[in-house]
């Protein structure tokens, strides 16, 4: 069965300080993985997705993560936080193409000005 | 391209009472889901559809819930009765249709509606 372990419910950094919110899943055949990010009140939005190829994703607002698989991680991280990076964000394990999308409980990160 | 639309963002009701929310998924796309997404823990899936058929619907308390997606375009969730616990935000989500190619399957996300059982 998959799961997904987020280290850490909160987070805060301050203002161009990096950012790194860490994931660890489990997953019985090669994953699919995926980081969304959730303003308040409002839906899930899609950063980033690893399906194969490239371990190191690229995704919106400057945020990359990296596919490790002998670590079972998927972090994400972004160089220099934002204001407007405070939300919470949600990472996601699934069994390939096809699987259900299983979600972690969530890091909220705040940033400091 | 319009979002995934939901109705109401907001619902207060006592406990045994019946609700319902509806969702208008991104025109074109076939699979539709339901979430439960309980404060301070991530979406959990409660049914999904494909058309007008139901994918899976294994974790979808049925003593309770029940959900219908006519003519395989919007779709209802309905609680009755509801209970304390049911109170969470409810989202759904549709995507293209299950066929091989990650993109295909991405989800795109509604606003939710913030269910309050008092």
């Known amino acids: 069965a998959q799961s997904v372990t987020q280290l850490g419910s909160h987070v805060s950094v301050s203002e161009g300080a990096l950012v790194l919110l860490r994931c660890n899943y489990s997953s019985s055949v090669p994953p699919y993985l995926f980081w969304y990010v959730q303003y308040p009140n409002q839906g899930l939005q899609l950063l980033l997705k690893?399906?194969?190829?490239?371990?190191l994703v690229k995704g919106i607002n400057g945020f990359e993560a990296e596919f490790k698989k002998s670590e079972t991680s998927f972090h994400l991280t972004k160089p220099s936080a934002h204001m407007s990076d405070a939300a919470e964000y949600f990472c996601a394990v699934r069994e390939g193409s096809q699987g259900n999308l299983i979600f972690g409980k969530g890091t909220k990160l705040s940033v400091k000005p | 391209e319009a979002g995934v639309a939901q109705s109401p963002r907001y619902k207060i009701i006592e406990k045994r009472q019946s609700v319902a929310f509806w969702c208008n998924p991104i025109s074109g796309h076939a699979t539709l889901y339901w979430y439960q997404q309980i404060l301070g823990q991530g979406p959990k899936l409660l049914i999904q559809f494909q058309n007008n058929g139901v994918v899976d619907d294994s974790q979808l308390p049925k003593d309770r819930f029940s959900a219908e997606r006519l003519k395989g375009v919007d779709s209802t969730l309905k609680i009755q009765p509801a209970k304390l616990e049911d109170s969470a935000v409810y989202l759904c989500?549709?995507?293209?249709?299950?066929?091989?190619?990650?993109?295909?399957?991405?989800?795109?996300f509604g606003p939710g509606t913030r269910l309050t059982v008092l």
């Open positions: 690893y399906t194969t190829g490239a371990t």
């Open positions: 989500a549709s995507s293209l249709g299950r066929r091989t190619g990650s993109s295909y399957n991405e989800q795109f």
